[in-house]
Nanobody, 117 residues
């Protein structure tokens, strides 16, 4: 069973930065797509950022220019660097991954990010 373990969440003031990490128990070299989603209280889960095996990256409009997704194949880890955090970024952030040849959609347990004014 593949596991995705998120870390790096916490409480930060508006304008601050956090870096989230998602460590996979399987090599991410053969990833199809991997990324981050978030869910705020009372709202649906939404896409934050993804990257695909071909190297393309996709960002929600609300985070473009502030968040950066990256990966480290040697560590089987994907990062989300979040700068210029706003109160509306407050949510539980989930790591998601789909591997080539594996139909299952894997999710991490989530990490809380709280931005105070």
């Amino acid at each position: 069973q593949v596991q995705l373990v998120e870390s790096g969440g916490g409480l930060v003031q508006a304008g601050g930065s956090l870096r989230l990490s998602c460590a996979a128990s399987r090599s991410i070299f053969s990833i199809n797509v991997m990324g981050w989603y978030r869910q705020a209280p009372g709202k649906q889960r939404e896409l934050v950022a993804t990257f695909r095996s071909g190297g393309s990256r996709n960002y929600a409009d609300s985070v473009k220019g502030r968040f950066t997704i990256s990966g480290d194949n040697a560590k089987n880890t994907v990062y989300l660097q979040m700068n210029g955090l706003k109160r509306e970024d407050t949510a539980v952030y989930y790591c998601n991954a789909v591997w080539i040849g594996d139909p299952y959609n894997y999710w991490g347990q989530g990490t809380q990010v709280t931005v105070s004014s």
